[in-house]
T-cell receptor, first 112, second 114 residues
Framework: SQQGEEDPQALSIQEGENATMNCSYKTSINNLQWYRQNSGRGLVHLILIRSNEREKHSGRLRVTLDTSKKSSSLLITASRAADTASYFCATVFMNRDDKIIFGKGTRLHILP | EAQVTQNPRYLITVTGKKLTVTCSQNMNHEYMSWYRQDPGLGLRQIYYSMNVEVTDKGDVPEGYKVSRKEKRNFPLILESPSPNQTSLYFC?????????????FGPGTRLTVL
């Protein structure tokens, strides 16, 4: 499968701590995106990183991309209860038509 | 308000009874797609459309049909639903020019096939 794979599948941390989740993929990509999904709802786009970028920031989010290892990480700093959600990476592969492939997600739970 | 809408939000039906889930967007997006989400499997793309009258299969198209007669609408059709199509379905859209960028998702349709 060319699907992105998030790691860990589930993560529980205390409010205020940093949360890190990872995404690995198998073939060359155009870009990689991270989405958040609150329980049973539609996905919301968080951040996009292109294949020629190594790091991007957006508020409390930091995304890194290592194309040599075919992996990306999403760091959420100073976590809040509202960050409790599932997080998905989505990859757009080079030369793969216009398909966008989502991973299985990481379930993040922020403990009060 | 820019949005993607889906109807119905919840549907319980029986095997073999044809159904249609509608999807509409008001952002003038060319690219639209359907996903299904199942526990442990993440989101899988069913069909996508790059513009009016242009549709292509995603990773799990079997048992589904789509049409794109108008830019704003992209209905998902289950001609003969089966229990293995019980799932949470999402429609999404984005601009063709930026089709590899942010996708906007609808609220989801939870389908149960008995």
């Amino acid at each position: 499968s060319q699907q992105g794979e998030e790691d860990p599948q589930a993560l529980s941390i205390q409010e205020g701590e940093n949360a890190t989740m990872n995404c690995s993929y198998k073939t060359s990509i155009n870009n990689l995106q991270w989405y958040r999904q609150n329980s049973g709802r539609g996905l919301v786009h968080l951040i996009l990183i292109r294949s020629n970028e190594r790091e991007k920031h957006s508020g409390r989010l930091r995304v890194t991309l290592d194309t040599s290892k075919k992996s990306s990480s999403l760091l959420i700093t100073a976590s809040r209860a509202a960050d409790t959600a599932s997080y998905f990476c989505a990859t757009v592969f080079m030369n793969r038509d216009d398909k966008i492939i989502f991973g299985k997600g990481t379930r993040l739970h922020i403990l009060p | 308000e820019a949005q993607v809408t889906q109807n119905p939000r919840y549907l319980i039906t029986v095997t073999g009874k044809k159904l249609t889930v509608t999807c509409s967007q008001n952002m003038n997006h060319e690219y639209m797609s359907w996903y299904r989400q199942d526990p442990g499997l993440g989101l899988r793309q069913i069909y996508y459309s790059m513009n009016v009258e242009v549709t292509d299969k995603g990773d799990v198209p079997e048992g589904y049909k789509v049409s794109r007669k108008e830019k704003r609408n992209f209905p998902l059709i289950l001609e003969s639903p089966s229990p293995n199509q019980t799932s949470l379905y999402f429609c999404a859209s984005t601009h063709q020019a930026t089709k590899y960028n942010e996708q906007f998702f609808g609220p989801g349709t939870r389908l149960t096939v008995l």
